[in-house]
């Protein structure tokens, strides 16, 4: 389960059996946990996350794309 990105209190990671899905990535904050899919940017799971959080998230991941796209392509073609 590679972290490929933090930011505050957000760890930003894919699990090693996700080859199969679509570009996504997993989001977590002590038991706060979310899902967006990448390209475009939208949630897919919320499990606790307040709405405005959900969207500091969402801004996150949007500045951070092209990074978390790279990294998908480097773990799961490689």
Not at 12 to 17: D, G, H, I, P
Not at 30 to 57: D, M, T
Request: glycine share 2%; aromatic share 16%; charged share 30%.
């Amino acid at each position: 389960m590679p972290t490929i990105l933090r930011v505050g209190p957000y760890r930003f990671f894919f699990y090693a059996n996700d080859r199969t899905e679509p570009i996504h990535v997993h989001i977590e904050r002590e038991a706060y946990k979310a899902k967006f899919w990448v390209a475009p940017v939208r949630l897919a799971v919320n499990r606790g996350f307040r709405p405005a959080e959900i969207r500091s998230v969402q801004r996150i991941i949007r500045e951070h794309e092209r990074l978390i796209v790279e990294k998908w392509h480097e773990y799961f073609d490689a």
